[in-house]
């Protein structure tokens, strides 16, 4: 069964440090499909990335980026100088191959930035 | 204009009443879901709807039934509601991949239900 853990339940930093969330996953599928999410204090849920199993480039949007690592069955976000609007919840889900449209959701990461 | 809508945004109710939540989608998906947060931010799919065909049904008592009328639109009933329901809904769109894939969700912004 699939599996996503985030490991971090909150998360403080002062405005501009850099800050890295941590996802880690475990599936039998060889295909699948990782995802972030942002959960602002307003509650609705915005897409930041989807990815593939066979892509593992690293990506960079802006101050954003993803480290995708097969080896460690990680898919790590990273945010460079941080700002309050920042400040959310962190949501990392995990979609399978034989489980396609079902996305399985880490318990996510609270990160507070402190201006 | 909302590409995912959700109403009530919040809704307070009695144990035991049966309630509705309806979800549009504006976004020309053929795929919706809905989604249960609870009280730790915990969220767990409930319902898979593609062309408005059921597709995903997780273990979620049968007083949750959801219709869609068509493939824009997704709704939750409730009935008999218990104390536990309380949580925040969320209807998603997407669309549809294939059996193998899953794209990207829009989510609406969640209706918060409170029973007591």
């Known amino acids: 069964a699939q599996k996503v853990t985030q490991a971090q339940t909150e998360i403080s930093v002062v405005e501009k440090e850099d800050v890295t969330l941590d996802c880690v996953y475990e599936?039998?599928?060889?295909?699948?499909?990782l995802f972030w999410y942002k959960q602002p204090p307003s509650g609705e849920l915005v897409f930041l990335i989807r990815?593939?199993?066979?892509?593992?480039q690293n990506e960079i949007s802006g101050r954003y980026s993803w480290n995708f690592q097969k080896s460690t069955s990680s898919f790590n976000f990273t945010i460079t100088a941080s700002q309050v609007v920042d400040s959310a919840v962190y949501f990392c889900?995990?979609?399978?191959?034989?489980?396609?449209?079902?996305?399985?959701f880490g318990t996510g990461t609270r990160l507070t930035v402190i201006p | 204009d909302t590409a995912v809508s959700q109403t009530p945004k919040y809704l307070v109710t009695q144990m035991g009443n049966d309630k509705s939540i309806k979800c549009e989608q504006n976004?020309?998906?053929?795929?919706m879901y809905w989604y249960k947060q609870d009280s730790k931010k915990f969220l767990k799919i409930m319902f898979s709807?593609?062309?408005?065909?059921?597709?995903i049904n997780e273990t979620v008592p049968n007083r949750f039934s959801p219709k869609s009328p068509d493939k824009a639109h997704l709704n939750l009933h409730i009935n008999s509601l218990e104390l536990g329901d309380s949580a925040v809904y969320f209807c998603?769109?997407?669309?549809?991949?294939?059996?193998?894939?899953?794209?990207?969700?829009?989510f609406g912004e969640g209706s918060r239900l409170t029973v007591l």
């Open positions: 998603a769109s997407s669309q549809f991949q294939g059996a193998t894939d899953t794209g990207e969700l829009f």
């Open positions: 599936t039998r599928d060889t295909t699948y499909y």
């Open positions: 990815r593939n199993s066979f892509d593992e």
């Open positions: 889900a995990l979609s399978e191959e034989t489980g396609a449209n079902n996305l399985f």
């Open positions: 976004l020309g998906h053929d795929t």
């Open positions: 709807y593609n062309n408005k065909e059921l597709i």
